[in-house]
């Protein structure tokens, strides 16, 4: 928002905007909120785990980054969706299906790591293209449509892993030949004296690549089209269905991708893996700034919001409480988020 | 009306009908807009104005009679063709999202690009510097294309409507009720941008059921009711009575009186 007119407007008696305060203007970026969020998240447990030298320890700032790497890495394309206007709930057990796939395909069926890589990569495009399409076609919320590819993938992975293995898991992925290569790339620490993981340079190439995405590039401005009013983005030429089925694809292919991470973090896979992230990936998201109903948000935002949520897991346990309290602690900081994020959009689409 | 032997006409319409089912829509509708000038197509609610803009614009086909563009008949079978001979129609809903920015919504779907692929980008210097000029030609001065659309009052959001239908090449500007949703002050505003628009060379179609907005900026009048073309005027051959005379025609006249006297006391 800009001050009020000094120069002379062409455009007579139009009533220009009112002046805003310094406040006002620095929440005007949907990621302002999440930094400040993430600044006092920060403080709070600088204070209250001092015991473990939270703020100068460097060990404990790798365990919380290694932390929100893990929530952070999905929550960008989780975040392009929301934009989109739509939501993923499958995201989180796609990650356990793809570990579960890979362990099959490298344990049972023998094969080398980087085709199974592959393969599990294309089921990802697979199950993205599903839930796109059948949310573009039928026109229903995809709130529905995924929590019920969510509830089959669930019912698969636990049913197919028992029938595979007799078991609720699938171990020795690291004997599948091509395994330390993939294990090197995903899973080994980049800072070994700290235990900074390789995950947290992904999370943080991602949410840049993403970031770019969202902001510099037509597909981005289409995002943010279809999102906002898919009718009026629609009426000017944006290819709003394309553009929602290829987030639903780029969202079920990272969480494979992240599966894959996982696994060759593991070296194996729970059937139950990845259950329950899905709501971390969309919490990160929104107290990132994006809007439950779509057309606004941010990238960068969503990384800050799944770095309160990793400080808020290490943070918890660190400062010496149950680590039940966790979720209580997301609770607040999403609804928190919510009602600053309606504020803002409030905001922005005043004075009709 | 007007013979197309002469001169063609940018965009024509001759003796169209519409039906729909056993509803007349239309009934031998015949209406022409040149370049730089402004047709205002007057009727009440249910005169027909809405099928007109469509069969415009291309949503609908016309059943009888024929359409012409600079003479030569045409069919559009969707927006699509009648956007490719120029024919752009700005809808009251304006077809921009409100929480994006200025220079987003100027170019959503036309997005200029700079540099190859895979690193091809939004020029969004570009997009911000053009978008900025050209709502300045309209007559606004856009401090911050960073503003969300929703945040700009009705008059200004017209303008950035128009002002993107005439850098995408439009040629014939439809415009449905621009007047409609505002003020009388945001009115006059956007009846300015309307002879703008005709200043640029564009053809434009000012539809509204208000005679008061249609007098000050048109070139020609039809009057439209139930269907049928029930007056034709060149400016300078009919007052402004006559028109809200003849588009009132009685029962309906007091509560027009009524919006006289609003506007006159403004």
Known sequence: MTPPPNAAAAAPADERLAHVGFLARIFKRPDMGALIGALAVFLLFAWTARQVNWAGDAGVWASWLNTAAYDGIVAVPVALLMIGGEFDLSAGVMIGSSGLLLGILTTKAHWNMWPAVAVVMLFGLGIGLLNGVTVVKTKLPSFIVTLGTFFMLRGLNAGGTIKITGGVSINDIDQAPGFNLAHKLFASLVWPAKGLSVSVVWWLGLTAVGAWLLSRTRFGNWIFGAGGDPTAARNVGVPVARTKVALFVMTSMVAAAWGIMTATNLRGMQSNEGVGREFEFIIAAVVGGCLLTGGYGSVIGTAFGAAIIGMAQIGIISSGWDSNWVYFFEGVVLLAAVMLNTAIKRRAERAR | ?266
């Not at chain 2, 209406?31 to 009727?43: K, N, P, R, Y």
């Not at chain 2, 000029?133 to 409507?161: F, H, K, Y």
């Not at chain 2, 309307?194 to 060379?201: D, K, L, M, N, Y």
């Open chain 2, 1 to 266: 009306m007007s013979a197309p032997a002469t001169a063609p006409h940018l965009l024509e319409l001759a003796h169209v009908s519409k039906y729909f089912g056993n509803v007349v829509a239309l009934r031998d509708v015949s209406l022409h807009v040149d370049a730089s000038q402004v047709t205002c197509i007057l009727g009440d609610n249910g005169a027909g104005k809405s099928t007109l803009i469509k069969i415009l614009s291309g949503v609908h086909k016309h059943d009888g009679g024929s359409l012409r563009v600079e003479g030569k008949d045409v069919e559009f079978v969707s927006p699509r063709d009648a956007r490719a001979y120029g024919i752009a129609t700005v809808y009251q809903d304006l077809a921009m999202v409100p929480l994006m920015s200025i220079w987003r919504n100027f170019f959503l779907g036309e997005e200029p690009t700079r540099g190859r692929r895979p690193f091809r980008r939004f020029d969004i210097a570009k997009a911000k510097r053009i978008s900025r000029e050209q709502i300045g030609e309209m007559g606004v001065d856009v401090r911050d294309p960073d503003q969300p659309v929703g945040t700009l009052s009705g008059g200004e959001r017209q303008a950035v409507a128009i002002a993107r239908a005439v850098h995408f090449g439009a040629r014939v500007l439809i415009l449905d009720e621009p007047t409609s949703a505002l003020g009388v002050k945001q009115a006059g505003v956007v009846l300015r941008y309307i002879v703008r628009a005709a200043e640029r060379g564009v053809g434009v179609i000012f539809i509204t059921h208000n005679p008061h907005h249609a007098f000050p900026v048109g070139d020609h009048f039809v009057l439209l009711n139930r269907g049928k073309v029930i007056g034709d005027h060149a400016k300078g051959e009919v007052t402004r009575e006559q028109l809200v005379q003849e588009m009132a025609g009685g029962a309906e006249l007091e509560v027009l009186t009524h919006e006289l006297e609003d506007v006159v006391e403004s």
